[in-house]
């Protein structure tokens, strides 16, 4: 089967290619500026595995013991719909919430697939997580999944919050791990995979975690999608983007096939492998695949179509951005390592990727019209108390169980099954001149909203095919267009969390 895919693949990617050489011109000024807002570049950073109460339960109130980076919050910070003090000592679960330390940085990985996280729900009520998502293989306590870090471990995402715009009701799609999330994030709509595998592609729909059929890197079961994403979208017009991963870049080729072998050591000093292909949604897809993971054919055309068709190296994206070749559209996904996901990651290593990053990018001549949005793929089953709307409602006996068995609300007629959702709260940044300061933004979101943004910004108009980019909630509610750009970067300390001694905001107001 994998064969016959490539073989289709291959069949497909010349015709593209030519016509991608033909149309794929420098962007024109005009074109460049024929942006619906001051944004003229997007960068995703998209992270794993972290529900709304896992990193932002307390917020804006951290515990501060001796020995850890303190955060106290600025005069007239706003709160979130976080844990109160009644949830955290009387909470419905079988245990109660507890707040994780910076020597607690690396857990388990709890349970996160489509069915149990819907058990977990209980219909709303909130108050089986121990019981379905709670991590309970090689010694692991289930009652950990209750565990919540605060402002002294995820210092940097307060310190972000503080200067920038942050959600407290910003959701997964729909429910289920990485590879529906990533999907849903390009294109809205997990419908379209092919073939069924058991407990992966059901009815059509991915609903679990299987690697792409278009990439030689991955392993075990595959399988591709159909239809468009946003990254034809741009293609279509002409829009520079582009997706960069720690590890993508080949360690060698084994039987004409990429080898990605490269690999990393996250804080506890275990030996992490830098690339997973199941994270990298554009290789499901043939139009946008790179499946030898060849490198771009030139700095000047990385965000441009040719042999690399916008799936890059994360080395790729900083040799782009330090020549002033910055993608107008650009996805970034770390090293697993630092990631964020648990069991492998933890959110200090995450941390030091997170701050690196920001702080290399507010150093572009290019921040004064950029909007960086962190996202995650998925809760990784960690507790979160508030129930999601139910806007995409499905009815498999099998696999869908938030109201009971076989229900997530009534399916609609001639809806795709196995999309039950908006799945848990998720973690929603917006960080950029444009953003507003210290702003908790409480409108209804989902990963497809950064698609939708994208696709306004760009005039693209929407994918279509049942995607919920049609439905989506507007991040435009994060920003301020109507003021001048604030431009005083917002430097940490890659290690702490913390901000540079003595920085002052253009309000005059000394954060250090």
Known sequence: MRRNLLSDFARKLPLALAMGAALQVPMSAAQADDTATPIKHVVVIFQENVSFDHYFATYPLAANPAGEPKFVAMHGTPTVNGLTRYLREH????????????SQAMTCDMDHEYTAEQKAFNGGLMDKFVEYTGANYNHCDPAQVMGY????????????????????????TTFGPSSPGAINLVSGQTHGASPEISDVVVNGTDISDADPGYDDCSSGKTFTMSGTNVGDMLNAQHITWG????????TGMSNGKAVCGASSKNIAGASVGDYSAHHEPFQYYASTANPHHLAPSSVAMIGRTDQANHQYDLQDFWAAADSGHLPAVSFLKAKRYQDGHAGYSDPLDEQTFLVQTLNRLQKLPDWKNTVVVISYDDSDGWYDHVMSPIVNQSGDPAYDALLGSGLCGQTASGAASDQCGYGPRLPLMVISPWAKKNFVDHHVTDQSSILRFIEDNWHLGRIGGGSFDAKAGSLEGMFDFHRSPRMTPVILDPATGTRAVGLRDTDGEDHS
């Open 91 to 102: 909470n419905p679960n079988a245990a109660q919430p507890f707040r994780l330390g910076r």
């Open 149 to 172: 870090y605060d402002g002294n471990t995820v210092t940097a995402m307060w310190n972000y919050a503080q200067h920038f715009a942050m959600s407290d009701n910003s959701y997964g």
């Open 243 to 250: 997706w960069f991963q720690g590890g993508f870049r080949p």
